[in-house]
């Protein structure tokens, strides 16, 4: 394999790992603009989409097993809105994140035990194919993912922009006082934010666990932590950030993986931190992120 088919195939495989990074950013994005509160529950989201489908795609079948597990995020995240982050409504944003940490302790606590040492298969059609073109070779996973992710962050721009839901988020993002004054019901837009992002980290979920990886173990909702760059680079509150963030995070994991033994000087595992000292280097440019809005004082 020569040098430039080796460089497009980890472009490839990091722009398609990137689109689903972005799926994960974009659940952090809508929570965030709806209730500028960060999230720190969404790994356990994943893993609970993720669990549902690996747990009855044998039974059922995987198309089914996928709406199933898309469906059962959903609820797990507008319950999660529902029966405890509304108890909380009002109080300081910083509290609100760690009662989302309490809440992904208690999640992840129970799937783990419910996953064990085992890792699920998740039953997906495309098994270990490999397409190949012009000496580079792509798995059909990772084509369905950038299809998948690139389908689903559409339509949600698209009921973003053009749907009474979307134009809600919206004013709820301007001035969650005026939205209200308005009659905007923010508890409705919060629980639609939670269900949706829900649902897109079960997609991740399915994503991230199918060909090359062996499938859904306790470790697979630490791709979350790995998101989190993406939304943070990108911007908590814009959803283009997510897109760009999810991208710039996927294809420097893939890079700086890929080149690893000539970046050897830098140490093993440099493809687990690179997203983060991009997000380091990003930060210290645009504290705010590429697409952020700057918040102004009057002092």
Do not use: C
């Not at 990137?18 to 960060?38: D, K, M, P």
């Not at 997510?242 to 995070?249: E, P, T």
């Not at 991009?278 to 102004?296: A, D």
């Amino acid at each position: 394999m020569t040098d430039l088919s080796t460089f497009l195939e980890l472009l490839i495989n990091g722009v398609s790992m990137g689109s689903v990074y972005a799926l994960i950013a974009l659940g952090f994005v809508v929570i965030f603009r709806a209730t500028e509160v960060v999230n720190f529950a969404h790994a356990s989201l994943l893993l609970a989409g993720g669990y549902v489908i690996a747990s009855l795609h044998d039974d059922i079948g995987f198309w089914p097993a996928v709406g199933v597990g898309i469906a059962a995020a959903a609820v797990v995240g507008a319950a999660v809105e529902f029966l405890v982050m509304r108890r909380y409504r009002g109080r300081d944003h910083s509290v609100l994140a760690i009662v989302t940490i309490g809440v992904d302790i208690l999640l992840t606590t129970e799937l783990t035990r419910r996953l064990g040492t085992d890792v699920l298969a998740m039953g997906d059609p495309w098994g270990d194919a490999v397409l190949t073109v012009g000496g580079v070779s792509i798995a059909h996973t990772r084509i369905a993912a950038f299809a998948a992710a690139a389908l689903l962050i559409t339509a949600f721009l698209l009921t973003f922009r053009y749907t009474s839901w979307g134009v809600a988020m919206r004013a709820a993002a301007e001035s969650s006082e005026t939205a209200a004054l308005m009659g905007v019901r923010l508890g409705r837009v919060s629980l639609g934010a939670w269900a949706v992002a829900g649902g897109l980290a079960a997609v991740a979920a399915l994503f991230l666990t199918v060909f090359p990886t062996p499938g859904l173990e306790r470790a697979t909702s630490l791709a979350a932590l790995k998101a989190f760059p993406a939304a943070i680079l990108g911007g908590l509150d814009s959803t283009t950030g997510a897109l760009v963030g999810g991208l710039i995070v996927g294809v420097t994991e893939s890079l700086a993986a890929g080149y690893q033994s000539e970046l050897a000087f830098m140490g093993r595992g440099l493809g687990d931190v690179a997203p983060y000292l991009v997000m380091t280097v990003i930060l210290l440019l645009r504290p705010s992120g590429l697409f952020g809005t700057k918040e102004l004082a009057r002092v």
